[in-house]
């Protein structure tokens, strides 16, 4: 999809510098900087979510299964 967008001149610049740099047209360069920028808030999102649980549930590990794990382990070289 094109589009159109208004952005700083020096941030403009500091992109093409960049593309040239990573031999990428400025297209890419831009496609993978959104990709990251959206994948960074989706995972805020995320972590804001779980804080939201684990403020009314509790984070602590069941006892019983806790030994369960543990005796999992005791057999394994780590």
């Known amino acids: 999809m094109k589009t159109a967008i208004s952005i700083p001149n020096s941030i403009?610049?500091?992109?093409?510098?960049?593309?040239?740099?990573?031999?990428?047209?400025?297209?890419?360069?831009?496609?993978?900087?959104?990709?990251?920028?959206?994948?960074?808030?989706?995972?805020?999102?995320?972590?804001?979510?779980?804080?939201?649980v684990y403020t009314k549930e509790a984070s602590t590990l069941d006892p019983v299964l806790r030994k369960l794990q543990a005796a999992a382990l005791d057999g394994e070289n780590w």
């Open 12 to 52: 403009f610049e500091a992109a093409e510098q960049v593309a040239k740099e990573l031999g990428m047209s400025r297209s890419e360069l831009y496609t993978t900087a959104i990709a990251a920028f959206v994948g960074a808030y989706r995972s805020e999102d995320v972590t804001e979510k779980l804080n939201q």
